[in-house]
């Protein structure tokens, strides 16, 4: 039997959301984010729940990182059009959107984010 515990369980819609590509935790351990094919979703930890799930029909979000359960950094894949592989999408739950994007000339490689800097990683460089 599955935990109650797990994603599937709390998310009937977690077949919806597809492939899982990336999953990431707040810098306070207290939320985690996931990517998936389809979109992404935030739980809390404790007590476990969903906060959130945003699905998008051509959304591969395969790099992802979280501040706060409100800010989110989003990188998607080359073959899709929602959140592309060189560009990363500042995500802040309480505008329900994208609030900023970071454009670079090669794909973006790595992500993080915390009070102070959001750091991104590309084959010829690291911008702060």
């Not at 994603?7 to 492939?19: F, V």
């Not at 060189?86 to 900023?100: A, C, F, N």
Request: with cysteine; glycine share 4%.
């Amino acid at each position: 039997s599955k935990s109650n515990n797990s994603i599937a369980a709390k998310n009937p819609l977690i077949g919806n959301l597809n492939e899982l590509l990336a999953v990431r935790f707040s810098h306070n351990n207290n939320f985690f984010v996931c990517g998936f094919s389809h979109g992404f979703s935030i739980h809390q930890v404790q007590p476990f729940k969903e906060v959130t799930t945003r699905q998008y029909y051509d959304a591969n979000v395969e790099l992802i990182d979280m501040f706060e359960p409100d800010l989110i950094l989003l990188v998607g894949s080359s073959k899709n059009s929602n959140f592309r592989a060189d560009k990363v999408s500042l995500w802040e739950e309480s505008i329900d959107g994208i609030s900023r994007e970071l454009k670079f000339s090669s794909p973006v490689l790595g992500v993080q984010i915390n009070a102070d800097f959001i750091i991104v990683a590309t084959n010829s460089t690291v911008s702060i």
